[in-house]
């Protein structure tokens, strides 16, 4: 009985530590959005956070300087746009509104 609550009790907090883990996703920039100010464009292998986009594309805000390079590969981690964060709005034309959006947090050049 108490191994079966020593494993709980190291569940629960292995649980409740994963929460402040940062996720790195695999993405490539793209390009300079035309559609959103800016704003680059990038392509992730996988979807980050859950939020679908037009062929894993998505308009990144927030991308520092040293990496707006199309075909540069990177390592960021990201989260979703805050709505009511007026910095975090972007006007768009026509592309730009179908491509999901995401805020830049943190940002490494892969090899």
């Known amino acids: 009985m108490k191994s079966i609550f020593k494993i709980l009790i190291c569940l629960i907090i292995m649980t409740s530590c994963s929460n402040d883990e940062v996720v790195l996703y695999d993405a490539e920039v ?29 308009v990144g805000q ?6 707006k ?8 981690s990201v ?11 972007q006007p768009c034309t026509t592309l730009g509104p179908g491509y999901a959006h995401v805020f830049i947090l943190s940002v490494s050049e892969r090899n």
Do not use: H, Q, T, W
């Open 30 to 58: 793209i390009g300079e959005s035309i559609d959103c100010n800016n704003s680059f464009l990038l392509r992730f292998k996988a979807i980050p956070l859950g939020i679908n986009s037009i062929d894993n594309i998505y």
């Open 79 to 89: 989260r979703g746009v805050n709505p009511n964060n007026e910095d975090e709005i």
């Open 69 to 76: 390079v199309v075909g540069k590969k990177i390592n960021v």
């Open 62 to 67: 927030n991308l520092p300087e040293a990496y």
